[in-house]
């Protein structure tokens, strides 16, 4: 298995909510997915493999911040560490870009993803009552200080 990481274009599109649409309670719109790829403040890093869409993380810029709204791996294609390289290579990006600070929310029952993001370095930073819905749940919010 050769895992490559590229930015998203528009013969991804239709994968992207396709992962996305199995793997979340309350799926994104194709027509955010395009926004973001669309915009100058805004990227999304695909995991490929064989150029076939495998994974894909969302950043939304405002230098020398970023927030990550969403990451997912197919279903497929998890626990090989796939979550963890697509991570890591577009922190590389984000700090190409200027950026030093990265913040998330979190499902407070998501062990996997959490677990995956201390791995990396976020640290816990607070707590939103109610955050999620389908079902209703809490998140927790963590940064990750890249310098």
């Known amino acids: 298995m050769s895992i490559e990481f590229r930015f998203a274009n528009d013969r991804d599109l239709d994968t992207i909510v396709e992962i996305e649409s199995s793997s979340m309670s309350c799926p994104w719109s194709r027509d955010s997915y395009k926004e973001a790829m ?5 990227f999304i890093m695909v995991a490929t493999e ?3 869409c495998v994974g894909f993380a969302v950043f939304y810029l405002t230098v ?8 997912v791996v ?3 294609h998890r626990g090989k560490g796939i979550g963890k390289a697509l991570l890591d ?3 590389r990006e984000l700090t190409s870009r200027g950026v030093d600070t ?6 407070v029952s998501n ?4 677990a995956l993001y201390e791995k990396v370095g976020f640290e816990e930073i607070g707590r939103r009552k ?4 389908d079902p209703v749940e809490d998140a927790i919010c963590m940064r990750l200080e890249m310098n």
Do not use: G, M, N
């Open 38 to 42: 669309d915009s100058d403040h805004a």
């Open 130 to 133: 109610y955050f999620y819905s």
């Open 111 to 114: 062990e996997r993803a959490k």
């Open 89 to 91: 290579a577009s922190l």
């Open 50 to 52: 064989s150029d076939s």
């Open 74 to 76: 197919a279903e497929s």
């Open 64 to 71: 020398p911040e970023s927030e990550l709204p969403d990451i």
């Open 102 to 107: 990265v913040f998330l929310e979190v499902r």
